[in-house]
């Protein structure tokens, strides 16, 4: 039997590019975080998205309604990890995918191939040659992983990947392989400016995704 999967989408970021909050940024008359949602709905048994304030809170779920459960960032930092480390604590499943609310390409492919790579062990990430990981499309099992989060953020450390490069039995995935399922990478594709979201759209238009 599988472990119970959750999807922890952080939307409590700043925005600082965009004239708005970019997970409510319209691609194709719909919200950016719809679409992150869509993507990954099928593959798990409950969404969090993750906001920074009662205000995004309001304005996030009447989106999402019933697709989602929202909650408000643990601390003030307004940073990725201290929203993986909320949805850590909120998640009812063993183990999460955690991603960006505004990364509307991710490949199914790819979310069961690292789920599948991430059962039985801390997590999964891929991992440039260099040693560079993509904590933003990875798999952490939950409980190691909040534990870990929490040290991090009581050490004064807010950089999400290291929950991942921290932690013993996580399967470091080799960046090809993830280019072998998405050529063009469009997995890692995050819309933080104008200019991306409209990049986005000819995306879109074009059918690769």
Known sequence: MSSARSAIILAGGKSTRMSEDKGLKE??????????????SDHVDEILVVVGS??????YSDIVGDGAR?????????????GALTGFSEAKGDYALVT?????????????????????????????PNGWVEPLIAIYRIKPSLD????????????????LL????????????????????????????????DKAKEILKSGHV
């Open 148 to 163: 870990r989060a929490l040290r991090l953020y009581n050490s004064g450390s807010l950089k999400l990947r290291l929950i």
């Open 166 to 197: 921290n932690m013993e039995d996580v399967e470091m995935v080799p960046i090809e392989t993830l280019m072998v399922m998405d050529p063009e990478l469009l997995s890692l594709y995050d819309i933080d400016t104008e200019e991306a979201l």
């Open 70 to 82: 929202v909650v408000i960032d643990l601390y003030d930092d307004g940073s990725p990890l201290v």
């Open 27 to 40: 691609l194709f008359g719909e919200p950016l975080v719809k679409h992150v949602m869509y993507r990954v």
């Open 54 to 59: 009662e205000d995004q809170k309001d304005v």
């Open 100 to 128: 960006g609310c505004d990364m509307p390409f991710i490949s199914h492919k790819v979310i069961q191939y690292l789920f599948n790579a991430g059962e039985g062990r801390n997590g999964a990430v891929f991992r440039w």
